[in-house]
């Protein structure tokens, strides 16, 4: 069992969420799409759409961060029945990792298979330029180095074994399609490939943070996915992640630039129809 505040949860409380939702579907996703800030509209395009807010369904979390609707939306992309998340859960909000993945487990008892998981990031990478689309190869989680793991205590083997290995945590047969799938769409002067940071937030980086974190290895810097990828990995499930790089971060004493949510959320407008397109080609390609 893991707590959040006087909230605790155990695998009858993801499978009465699970059940619930059963009851209320007439076809069970195989794909989840995450949408991170500002990346919601791309629930908007699913056909055959069931909506749920997250308050309807039993044991959700609420999210609370402004560019979050707070739904699920089931439906079809390019054929395939998915459900999407419009707005995420952070550990910022005063969440715990176990209500952060909460709708994980859910999704992996409603029978998805394939994860896609979708952020705003900051640039670390000197080559990134601000609407890139980055796919994640890797990342780094600084909660988890603290100790701060979503697989933290008890382990129930009825969603995955005690020690899962992650060196393969994002799939490369995945992100190899969805290259090619940016290749169809003209898109490859703004793909990159890149490793991925979670810190844990709501403040945006210092400059030496910044500079520690590219001395890393990062290539882009966030506040999210990292734990909803560890506890699908966990689930057994595929994953594809994606960052939108919306700010460059500051390395720079002498720089005047400041990173604001609100530069984050008019980014995500200006590439959603990119993203849209993508994600639907992707999805119509996958088996």
């Keep these: 069992m893991a707590c959040d505040g006087e909230r605790s949860y155990g695998y009858d409380d993801y499978k009465e969420a699970a059940d619930w939702l059963l009851d209320h579907i007439d076809q069970k996703p195989r794909i989840a799409i995450i949408c991170g800030s500002g990346l919601g509209p791309l629930a908007n395009t699913l056909e055959e759409q069931t909506v749920f807010p997250y308050e309807d369904i039993p044991h959700f979390p609420r999210s609370t961060v402004s560019g ?7 439906g079809r992309l390019s054929g395939k029945a998915c459900v999407c998340m419009q707005g995420r859960f ?3 909000e005063g969440h715990s990792s176990s209500t952060v993945t909460f709708p994980i487990r859910v999704f992996f008892l409603l029978g998805v298979e394939i994860l896609i998981v979708t952020n705003a990031a900051g640039g670390l990478n000197d080559k990134y330029n601000v609407g890139d689309i980055m796919f994640i190869k890797d990342h780094i989680s600084m909660p988890g180095l603290a100790g701060q793991n979503p697989l933290r205590g008890p382990n129930d083997e009825r969603f995955g074994v005690r020690f899962p290995c992650v060196s393969d945590a994002y799939d490369k047969d995945l992100r190899n399609l969805a290259l090619k799938c940016a290749e169809d769409l003209g898109y490859l002067d703004f793909i990159r490939e890149g490793v991925y940071c979670m810190v844990g937030g709501p403040s945006y980086e210092t400059i030496a943070e910044c500079c520690m974190l590219k001395a890393l290895g990062a290539d882009a810097v ?7 990828v560890l506890v699908a990995r966990h689930c057994g ?7 939108l790089v919306t700010n460059k971060v500051v390395v720079s004493y002498e720089s005047q630039e400041r990173a604001n949510h609100e530069e984050v959320l008019q980014t995500s407008l200006l590439r959603a129809r990119a993203l849209q397109e993508l994600v639907t080609h992707l999805v119509g390609r996958m088996a």
């Design 68 to 74: 979050h609707a707070g739904r699920l939306v089931f």
């Design 90 to 92: 952070h550990f910022y």
């Design 237 to 243: 499930l595929r994953v594809f992640g994606l960052s």
């Design 222 to 228: 966030g506040m999210s996915t990292v734990a909803e």
